[in-house]
């Protein structure tokens, strides 16, 4: 009925009936071995799996099926239209891109994120940062997470470093495998996407307007030795975040690589939902990363230690070169026109040190004064506190703000002998400085606010970095603070409720405010239940 050898290749010729036995055997057994090779693995350990790129074709999953590459996992091949040899066609797939999992697991990388306009000056740090990355930290892989498509002016040229370079990969985030709505989080997060990527066993945090320097590296190397998971770096008084999302480090190993993820998720899921603001990323660090970090990490920190004290607090391993660019790590390497005067912000500060003034408030001119705002200072007034502090919008995160918002301060005497200035000409000083109605400078922690502030640049809210520096010292103890979204974030016994209710979808409707609408829901562990504010808050998504 069938030709010979087509269709039924055991009826002839006429086989003994032992051998065919022997044949078959034979047979089960090399199918057999063939589908251990391809078995699921446990943990992280190496697996063999066969991986053909081109979209739509199959390859063998973790468990050994045959399955099918997701057309929405595009090959940045096809994206940027270049060729470059595959490390391995044996792979896991991880958090990036096909090309960054071909280089399989045991990733070191050096992870930065890109998002909007592609001519903002970011986009010169990706250049630079890659030679950087070549320079100083051979072995390891840049990753850069974008959003950037073919339309986009500056999208060629993007690609065209990709294509000269082989230790870059592009990661576009609308083409994450189970993260279809990442876009729409906060940019800044998308670099910390190696936390769950179970190619990478070291990650390290960077800024694209920052550039990579041997101070850096031999901090990073210190901590290597130590064994610890997690590095943090501090090396400027403007760094002051706990964790800092530009200047972090995590070794993940195989056993350790369940809590990154989870850090990862945790951060993922908590911004869903919640506008772009600056600094959102650091603070999302702190409430999802540090309980899980803070017993198991190294931190080199030049100028907080005080405020963040840790066992595990190490100096420096290199000496500061004065006077010289990119000498602090997180530098964008520029040196700056205005380093030998005071930052511009901090001259509304001079009445503290004004002998006629009894009462200061300090304030931003493209901010707008409200009854809100006067209804909370009359509430301090009455309160005998020294120190006045308002926080009334997410992006007001800092334990004192120069801008969005107030600091406030009444002077007396005794707060005046407390706090006496000793950086004034002599005659200020004599001239009655613990007299009645006499201010005082309340930054006098060595060195102090206006001494220190003349050696650095002029940086955006490095007023607010300095007075977290050198004033909570003396107010944190004699201070009223009216907070309505970070009071766990800055917890205060002295922390109270608004005493005005905000005044839903209008204009100016927030201390601080440019005369925009406040538009993002409250946390509810911010406000008792009963408060006249807490309804406004439910009713805004």
Avoid at 40 to 63: A, L
Avoid at 84 to 108: E, I, N, T, Y
């Amino acid at each position: 009925m069938y030709p010979y050898g087509l269709r039924n290749p055991w009826s002839r010729p006429k086989f003994p009936r032992g051998l065919r036995v022997v044949l078959l055997v034979s047979l089960l057994c090399i199918s057999s071995l063939s589908l251990t090779l391809i078995s699921k693995d446990n943990g992280r350990s190496q697996q063999r799996v066969r991986v053909w790129t081109k979209t739509g074709t199959t390859r063998t999953n973790e468990t050994g099926i045959i399955a099918m590459i997701s057309p929405t996992r595009t090959s940045l091949k096809d994206e940027c239209q270049c060729s470059r040899a595959r490390v391995s066609s044996f792979r896991k797939p991880g958090l990036c891109s096909d090309w960054a999992d071909s280089r399989g697991q045991g990733q070191r990388v050096i992870s930065y994120s890109l998002y909007g306009n592609l001519q903002s000056s970011y986009f010169k740090g990706i250049r630079l940062n890659l030679e950087g990355v070549e320079q100083f930290y051979p072995g390891y892989t840049m990753r850069l997470y974008h959003n950037a498509n073919e339309s986009q002016s500056g999208f060629k040229e993007l690609c065209d470093i990709f294509c000269q370079s082989n230790i870059l990969d592009l990661c576009n985030v609308r083409h994450i495998e189970g993260y279809p709505d990442l876009e729409k989080q906060f940019g800044m997060l998308w670099r910390f996407l190696p936390l769950a990527d179970q190619n990478v066993i070291e990650l390290h945090s960077r800024d694209l307007d920052s550039r990579i320097s041997a101070r850096e590296v031999a901090a990073v190397h210190d901590w290597q030795y130590t064994g610890k998971h997690f590095h943090v770096m501090r090396d400027n008084p403007a760094h002051t975040s706990r964790i800092l999302g530009g200047m972090f480090g995590v070794h993940i190993t195989e056993d350790y690589f369940k809590t990154t993820s989870m850090i990862w998720n945790q951060m993922y899921r908590n911004s869903k939902d919640q506008p772009w603001r600056k600094g959102y990323d650091q603070n999302l660090l702190k409430i999802c990363a540090w309980p899980y970090i803070e017993n198991d990490l190294v931190v080199h920190d030049s100028y907080l230690c005080q405020r963040y004290p840790h066992p595990n607090n190490r100096p420096w391993p290199t000496k500061r070169i004065e006077n010289e660019a990119n000498n602090f790590v997180g530098s964008n390497g520029e040196t700056y026109p205005n380093h030998d005067k005071h930052f511009g912000m901090i001259w509304r500060y001079l009445p503290l040190a004004d002998p006629n003034v009894v009462e200061f408030h300090s304030r931003d001119l493209d901010s707008r004064i409200s009854a809100r705002e006067v209804a909370a200072v009359r509430d301090w007034q009455s309160s005998g506190k020294h120190f006045h502090v308002m926080r009334d919008n997410p992006a007001h995160s800092a334990d004192i703000l120069g801008k969005y918002t107030s600091s406030c301060m009444r002077i007396e005497p005794k707060l005046a002998k407390r706090m006496s200035i000793t950086n004034l000409p002599l005659d200020r000083q004599n001239r009655g400085m613990f007299g009645d109605h006499i201010t005082a400078d309340y930054f006098n922690k060595s060195p102090r606010m206006f001494v220190k502030s003349k050696d650095y640049p002029w940086t955006k809210s490095f007023d607010q970095n300095l007075s977290n520096i050198y004033a909570w010292l003396y107010e944190q103890n004699d201070v009223l603070v009216y907070d309505s979204y970070l009071c766990q974030t800055y917890p205060n016994p002295n922390n109270r409720p608004w005493t005005s209710k905000r005044i839903e979808n209008e204009t100016n409707n927030f201390v601080g405010s440019d005369g925009r609408i406040l538009n993002v829901q409250c946390p509810s562990f911010c406000r008792p239940a009963n408060h006249q504010d807490w309804t406004y808050c439910l009713k805004v998504r």
